[in-house]
């Protein structure tokens, strides 16, 4: 039996008048946390607000309540009997309780904010380890018992997964983490305590050990000459503070083992389990990690493997380990090796392990909270202490009556029944299936258990031990989500997911027949029924939410009695209740509730707001009403309690049951709403109750946790007057009523007729409905479970299929003709273009369908156009980054320039607006060196004058030169060489005289500036060549202007000499102009561009208007068209068309030459002169265009090669600014490589001086440690020397004390007084002492106390009055026993002074040992120090210089690429310049005799080629002569030349041809009039040849139509007429011989053609012998 305790009244507890107060039974509950021993009897775990404590023989259980809400972490001390827990509030407490009178012994305060999630205690003593999470991460030490804290240390960001004490020795604590194991060791010096770490080094993964090099101080670190000392890495890092001592790169970084759990051992030792499967021993002294082999032994039972370890604990021979797989495996150690056996198996993995205190049992936890106890040397030796459900409740129910047993239910579908009056399991059954609610018939011994599948099991319990399945409803295919039978069991209402209600008849009798339902909204949150005895009708009230206006709507029907029998009244066929039948009304309110329940008048609803903390009345309205009535509150009370809420009425109606995230419960009164009795069951932080359920009688109640897997149980204290009056006569009559029907049911029931039937609602079917032509249903064999809403749907879709056949069949005929033609207009879509053809999908017919898929496809096309939208604002922002990065920012845009004929691409230097700081710190430097540059003038000028003052007045003016010329040298020394400048900065007219020399830069300011004035050097030399290269850009746009303007001119020559040659036209590429690339031309884009509808009719309207506006400009121009008409366009005749110039043929040269007249004849003479004029003409101009051509072909050639040639030097001069900047940028990185350096060995400076300042720091307070505690030991220590001294003293006035009795009796009393009592020390059974590993551990402060009253009880029988000695007075025995009394408390005190003193003096020497490793680190950092300033002064003045050298200067065998030059020496160029030019003297010399001697020949070669040259020119002048010999010099220029008035010759001739062409206009005239009047008499004579051709043709069709009579005749008859025949061949040799003529006439025209061809060719060719 259960029994509880209640230690301290919670301050909300309230009593009415009757004092009926709720109090806790029992909890039922399973652990989430490790079991943990109490006593070698009791067992104790956490669950929820309470820790479960359980006798392991009894089965009994004792419930401890935490007033503060759920429980932390628990820890139990088996030799003190407490246990240790924590609460879960803000600045949580630690609780510590006596067991088994669970009396609170201490209550300890901290600082942590958050919460505890470690606690251990010591085996020996009263200390207690705490370990918090965050922000905290603090591990504290307590004395419980004096409810102090000795010590603590926060460790941030550091989880620790497991804390335990060594049993051995409590100095010693273990905290493990998956990634670290830390040993914590308590030093002690008399009431003072010190926590002192030390990290275990695990392995890595592999379980191999790396070799860590010290980081903080390299043993060896390699000198490097050119770059300098090498520095840690922290130091390269910049880190100067603590960070820099843990600092370890990320390549340095290896994956080290992860630790899951860990045992001590009796030597002080650690087994650590890790999660790769490895198994590590630890020293407990020097922290030295082993790595245990796994040795070979026989296979595990059914090859389970020990992967990785979940949980382990120490035996005498090894360990026992278990894990994921369920079974614990002995692990037998010995020295560096192990072997597995197989110990046990359990159900399920395993999550804890432990030993009893007295190691004869062993507990075993799995992951699900079961636990079983392992006995050693007993049958059986596994025993189930505890039979974890699976998984937490999910819902309750009493068993009708609700006083004896009652049911749950796990989400995995596990019911099982419990007695009530210990929590004990009397049967489980699984469903196999996930289940949602649970709920018990007040009228059966049935339950009804919903699933998520839509299903409803009705299970039998009259035989609680062995309950069936005795009915399945499967309903739906919705999740049931609410199951509650009304107060009568006359109806079971099953609530679904989907917002139907069903009814189902509640007795077995009737198998439970679906009655049918009704339809709500879907978020359902709670029914509540109203069926009192005596009526006839059960009403029912729907709460459900409606997320879309916020509010909350009610929906009340009513059921009667008598629904079975009258089902298919109410009913329609597809199973839905009639509104009207069932008397359906809507209510809504303006705000939401969390739950709502009728009250039993149904007058008025009781609801639970949801987003404040009160209680509303809602009264219902007496009026029918057919809208949704908006109900409002009546009566409004605070609940006094927070988060949403649920109602509950009790059986008998009085009693308002509320409960809310709060975790408190409270009974109110129906009426005045007034708390009468409440309860804290639960805590905020398992999110309060879940459930309810209340007894029939009242006296019962059940309280399910929501999220802390915690069930508990209620009962009333002090239960009685009204209201255990009320409640217990209203149980009465209620089981008085249902007696009969309970009777009948179980009967039923329990007889053998009720079988397990599933299809007694719904049915396996094999009907599957086949629109065929027959309109039949055809059975296809496959079965198929369906709901029963379907299948009612299934039925009435058959009766209306039977009803409406014809109408069917005339509906399928249309179908299939509208089909055929869907299907032809298919077939037609697919021989259309592609960008006329449909998709599939429209063709569809369900417009439905169509407009959801119209829907989806708009959606898609949204998303779709959202993405490209996001899509190309992200490409558009990175471009504007892009453009602003490498174009908008840059002050001179990077460009390119490439010649025109040759391979050259010369590019200009990018270059960006220097910013204000740095023109800042370029003025500032510039100031600083013109400054230095006066002060140095100035001290030469005062050492000058100085020099100078005894000199005589009159050489004054001489010396003022010579100081003029030493300036001037000063001046011209400051600018350094080439060579030793490092660059050749200065061929680009750089002044470099700011410069400081290579060998001056030592101070960081120096170099600093002198990277400034390097970085403006580079700036100067991009800006002299970008203006080179500016000038060349536009000289090149210029020539591309040029170019392209003699390119028409060329392009006009050569359409005139229609040469057919492309005209070469230089353009600027896109690297010349780079602007380009920003800028998309519409030719770039190959996608087509989407326009819209209104696009396209403004464009059309565009376009209409332009023409029109065209046409209209083009009408009014008249003169501009007439001249187009009449003369192409121009006035006069240009020179450029003489060559498109054509003389017209007169009219007569279409005739034969025979039948020309004279003056014909003479025209054509005329016409063959205009003729060779004008070609004489278009030769003389074509030689011109050719001409012309070739000069300006000439001249483009010329200036672009001209161009070429510039662009080819700025090439090479592009060369040498680069090779310049890439000389200063080499000075410039030398100079930040020595200041990176500098800045690594100032920042290793910095921190060994701030690890020095720190170690100080730690030596000065361990300095103050040590002086601390030795005073303390000196005052220790004198206490100790004066309480030896009292003990010497009652030593030695023994005898004074007693001096006045005689002296042989004083003998005889100092052998007593010497005399000591032998202390039986408690000595371990033998068989326990044999299993406990750890044997007797050492003594603690309670076992001291205890062994000192032994000794003073073993005192008493040496102070019996029977070993007094004969003779004595008992006075004066009295008197020798205090003193010898007094004599043995002093040695036990000076005994225990001595033990303080050792320990006292052992802390001393560590803190004397730690002092002194203090010393030795500071000592090592001051040689650190003194290193790095030797390494820094070197680094300082052994400088980096570049140096210029040209070739040859390098005097070395082998070059080759080095770093070093140890056997190179540096010389004097003087030396090298002396010998250079004596070499260069003799050279020259050389050189003067070769020069004269190539003159010589060159001479000899110049008249050789002067000779050649005139016999080539006298060739020429013989050629020339020939050429004008045949010159062919016709009349018309001889003519030319020979007249002198050659112009107004041919304006006679003009004149001449004007007046001819005056005489044939008018001819023309006359002609013209003629040919009109010829026309019209041929008009005439037309018609009357028309009327002949009428006439004829009338007759031929009368002859046509007796000739075909008469062929007709002849075909009849069979004969052909031999005059037929004749005349065909006739026919057939006529056309033959005229079609020879034709060909021959063909032939002759072309002979006579080719003969003037070879005539006119001939004559073109014959010589003219002209007399010279």
């Not at 041929?1578 to 031929?1596: K, M």
Request: aromatic share 8%.
């Amino acid at each position: 039996m259960a029994q509880s305790r209640e230690r301290e009244e919670p301050p909300y507890a309230t009593h009415s008048s009757s004092n009926a107060t709720l109090s806790v039974r029992w909890v039922q509950g399973f652990p989430k946390q490790n079991v943990n021993f109490v006593n070698e009897e009791t067992i104790c775990y956490p669950c929820g607000n309470y820790v479960i404590f359980i006798n392991i023989e009894t089965k009994n259980k004792t419930v401890l309540q935490c007033i503060n809400g759920i429980v932390g972490v628990v820890a139990t001390n088996i030799a003190y009997e407490v246990v240790a827990f924590s609460d879960r509030k803000l600045k949580p407490h630690i609780y510590i309780y006596n067991f088994p009178g669970l009396t609170r012994r201490t209550k300890l305060k901290g600082n942590v904010l958050l919460d505890y999630t470690l606690l251990a205690f010591s085996y020996c003593g009263t200390y207690l380890a705490s370990y918090s999470s965050l922000p905290e991460f603090e591990l504290a030490l307590w004395n419980w018992e004096s409810n102090v804290i000795l010590c603590k240390k926060s460790q941030p960001g550091i989880e620790v997964s497991q804390m335990s004490f060594n049993p051995m020795n409590w100095h010693q604590l273990c905290l493990s983490s998956p990634s670290s194991v830390n040993v914590w060791t308590i030093e002690r010096s008399n009431q003072e305590h010190h926590f002192k770490s030390r990290t275990v080094k695990l392995p890595l993964e592999d379980g191999t050990f790396v070799n860590e090099t010290d980081m903080l101080f390299p043993h060896s670190s390699s000198k490097d000459l050119i770059y300098g000392p090498l520095m840690p890495l922290s130091a390269i890092a910049g880190l100067v503070g603590e960070e820099a001592e843990t600092f370890r790169p990320k390549d340095d970084v290896y994956p080290l083992l992860h630790p899951t759990m860990h045992c001590w051992t009796p030597t002080s030792d650690l087994y650590i389990g890790c999660e790769e499967g490895h198994l590590l021993m630890v020293s407990g002294e020097s922290l030295k990690v082993t790595v245990l082999q796994k040795t070979e032994s026989l296979p595990l039972k059914e090859e389970n493997q020990l992967i990785s370890p979940v949980t382990m604990v120490y035996q005498q021979d090894g360990l026992f380990a278990s894990g994921i797989d369920g079974a614990v495996y002995s692990l037998i150690i010995k020295d560096s090796s192990y072997r597995v056996e197989n110990f046990l198996e359990v159900e399920g993995p395993v999550e804890h392990l432990m030993f009893s205190p007295s190691y004869q049992m062993l507990l075993i936890q799995t992951d699900k909270g079961s636990v079983y106890i392992y006995t050693f040397g007993e049958e059986p030796t596994l025993d189930k202490v505890l039979d974890a459900c699976d998984g937490k409740f999910q819902a309750i129910d009493f068993i009708t009556p609700g006083n004896t047993h009652f049911m749950t239910l796990t989400q995995s579908g596990e019911v099982c029944i419990w007695w009530m009056e210990d929590c004990t399991c009397a049967s489980r059954f699984y469903l196999n299936t996930p289940a949602t609610t649970l709920a018990c018939s007040p009228s059966s011994f049935c339950a009804a258990v919903g699933t998520t599948d839509g299903c409803v099991y009705f299970l039998d319990v009259c035989e609680v031990a062995s309950p069936t399945i005795c009915h399945k409803a499967f309903l739906s295919k919705s999740s049931v989500q609410h199951l509650i039978y009304d107060q009568r069991g006359i109806y079971l209402l099953v609530g679904t997911a989907e917002g139907n209600i069903f009814a189902i008849d509640a007795n077995p009798s009737s198998l439970f027949q679906i009655l049918g339902f009704t339809e709500v909204s879907k978020d359902i949150l709670q029914i509540s029924t109203v069926s009192l005895l005596g009526t006839d009708m059960v009403e029912v009230m729907v709460l459900s939410v409606l997320q879309e206006s916020g509010r909350s709507r009610l929906e009340i029907f009513t059921l009667p009695v008598m629904l079975p029998h009258v089902t298919i009244a109410f009913a329609n066929e597809r199973g839905r209740l009639k509104d009207e039948f069932i008397h359906k009304y809507l209510y809504e309110m303006e705000h939401t509730l969390s739950s709502a329940v009728l009250d039993y008048q149904s007058n008025q609803v009781h609801g639970f707001c949801s987003q404040a903390p009160y209680i509303c009345n809602y009264l219902l309205p007496e009026k029918e009403h057919t809208d949704i009535y908006i109900l409002k509150p009546s009566q409004k009370v605070p609940s006094k309690q927070y988060g949403p809420g649920m109602l509950y009425l009790s059986p008998h109606g009085l009693w308002l049951i509320t409960m809310a995230k709060c975790g408190i419960l409270c009974i109110r009164d129906v009426y005045t709403l007034e708390t009468f009795a409440r309860c804290r069951s639960h805590s905020h932080q398992g999110h309060g109750i879940q459930s309810m359920r209340i007894s029939m009688d009242g006296q019962s109640i059940l309280v399910n946790g929501k999220d802390d897997g915690t069930l508990v149980f209620l009962k009333w204290k002090r239960f009685g007057g009204s209201l255990a009056a009320e409640a217990e006569e209203y149980y009465q009559h209620l089981i008085a009523s249902l007696k009969n029907i309970m009777e009948e049911e179980s009967y039923y029931l329990s007889s053998p007729k009720l079988s397990l039937d599933f299809g007694s609602e719904h049915e396996y079917t094999n009907n599957i409905y086949n629109d065929s032509s027959q309109e039949d249903l055809v059975m296809t064999g496959v079965k198929k479970e369906i709901p029963w809403i379907q299948q009612k749907s299934q039925e009435a879709t058959k009766k209306e299929v039977q009803r409406f056949s014809q109408k069917r069949k005339e509906i399928k005929r249309r179908i299939k003709e509208l089909a055929k033609i869907v299907l032809n207009m298919m077939e037609e879509n697919e021989k259309v273009d592609n960008i006329a053809k449909l998709d599939q999908q429209e063709f569809g017919l369900d417009l439905e369908e169509l407009e959801r898929l119209h829907d989806e496809s708009e959606e898609e096309v949204a998303k779709i156009r959202k993405d490209v939208e996001m899509h190309n604002l992200a490409k558009r922002y990175l471009t504007e980054l892009i453009k602003e990065e490498c174009w908008t920012s840059m002050a001179v845009k990077g460009r390119a320039l490439k010649c025109f004929h040759i391979p050259y691409v010369v590019e200009n230097f990018p270059m960006k607006e220097r910013t204000a700081k740095e023109l800042k710190e370029l003025e500032r430097v510039l100031q600083q060196k013109n400054i230095e540059a006066e002060c140095l003038k100035l001290r030469k000028e005062i050492v000058e004058v100085q020099s100078t003052i005894t000199l005589v007045k009159k050489h004054h003016e001489e010396d003022d030169e010579e100081e003029d010329d030493e300036e001037d040298k000063i001046v011209k020394h400051t600018n350094l060489p080439n060579y030793l400048l490092g660059s050749l900065s200065t061929d680009f007219g750089v002044d470099t005289s700011l410069l400081s020399s290579q060998l001056e830069l030592h101070s960081r300011e120096e170099k600093v500036n002198q990277i400034i004035l390097l970085k403006d050097i580079i700036y100067k030399v991009k800006t002299a060549f970008n203006r080179e290269f500016a000038v060349a850009y536009k000289q090149k746009e210029f020539e591309i202007a040029r170019v392209t303007e003699r390119n028409v001119r060329i392009q006009e020559i050569i359409s005139d000499l229609e040469l057919g040659e492309t005209v070469w036209q230089p353009v600027f590429e896109d690297c010349e102009k780079p602007e380009r690339t920003l800028i998309v031309e519409d030719y770039e884009i190959t996608a087509h561009k989407h326009v819209t509808s209104w696009q396209k009719a403004k464009t059309e309207l565009v376009t209409t208007h332009e023409a029109e506006r065209w046409l209209h400009l083009q009408g009014l121009d008249i003169r501009k068209r007439a001249l187009m008409d009449m003369m192409g366009g121009v006035l006069e005749v240009k020179k450029e068309d003489i060559l498109r110039m054509v003389i017209p043929q007169p009219a007569f040269m279409a005739k034969p030459d025979a039948v020309w007249t004279e003056e014909e004849r003479k025209q054509f003479k005329d016409y063959e002169k205009k003729v060779k004029e004008l070609n004489e003409e278009r030769d003389k101009y074509r030689k011109s265009l050719e001409a012309e051509l070739k000069k300006l072909q000439n001249s483009v050639q010329e200036s672009t090669q001209n161009f070429d040639e510039h662009l080819k030097r700025l090439f090479e001069k592009r060369v040498k600014a680069e090779m310049v900047i890439n000389q200063e940028e080499l000075k410039i990185n030398n100079l930040v490589f020595s200041l990176l350096l500098d800045e690594e060995l100032h920042s290793r400076e910095l921190f060994l001086n701030n690890y020095l300042a720190r170690k100080q720091e730690e030596k000065s307070q361990t300095a103050e440690a040590i002086q601390k505690s030795k005073e303390d030991l000196d005052v220790y220590k004198e206490n100790y020397d004066n309480l030896l001294a009292e003990d010497k003293v009652l030593d030695r006035s023994f005898k004074k004390e007693f001096s006045d009795i005689p002296s042989h009796q004083v003998d005889v009393l100092y052998k007593l007084f010497k005399r000591r009592p032998k202390v039986h020390k408690q000595k371990m059974q033998s068989e326990i002492a044999s299993t406990v590993p750890f044997g007797e551990r050492p003594g603690s402060g309670k076992l001291n106390k205890e062994n000192f009253a032994q000794l003073m009880k073993s005192m008493e029988e040496l102070d019996n009055i029977s070993n007094m000695p004969e003779g004595l007075d008992p006075l004066v025995w009295d008197h020798f026993c205090a003193t010898r009394r007094a004599k043995v408390e002093n040695e036990y005190k000076v005994k225990q002074k001595a033990a303080g003193l050792m320990e006292m003096m052992a802390f001393v020497r560590r803190r004397v040992e730690d002092d002194e490793k203090l010393q030795q680190e500071i000592e090592r950092v001051y040689q650190e120090l003194v290193l790095l300033q030797e390494d820094k002064a070197k680094f300082q003045l052994n400088l980096t210089i570049q140096i210029l050298l040209k070739q040859g200067q390098v005097e070395l065998e082998n070059f080759q690429l080095l770093l070093e030059y140890s056997d190179a020496i540096l010389i004097n160029k003087n030396i090298i310049e002396d010998l250079n030019s004596v070499i260069r003297t003799q050279g020259q010399k050389k050189i003067a005799s070769m020069m004269e001697s190539k003159d010589v020949h060159k001479g000899i070669y110049q008249i050789e080629w002067e000779h050649k040259k005139m016999e080539m020119e006298m060739e020429d002048l013989n050629q020339k002569a020939w050429d004008i010999q045949m010159l062919f010099f016709s009349r018309d220029r001889q003519k030319y030349l020979n007249e002198p008035n050659y112009e107004t010759l041919i304006a006679l001739q003009i004149g001449i041809m004007e007046q001819t062409i005056e005489v044939l206009d008018k001819t023309h005239k006359k002609n013209v009039e003629n040919c009109k009047k010829l026309l019209k008499k041929l008009g005439r004579l037309s018609n009357q040849r028309d009327v002949a051709n009428y006439t004829l043709s009338c007759n031929l069709r009368e002859e046509l139509v007796a000739v075909s009579e008469r062929q007709d005749i002849c075909n009849a008859m069979g004969t052909t007429l031999t005059c037929e025949k004749i005349a065909k061949e006739r026919y057939k040799n006529m056309m033959q011989q005229q079609k020879l003529t034709n060909i021959s006439k063909q032939q002759a025209e072309q002979i006579l053609i080719l003969q003037a061809e070879v005539e006119r060719l001939r004559m073109k060719t014959f010589p003219a012998l002209v007399q010279m």
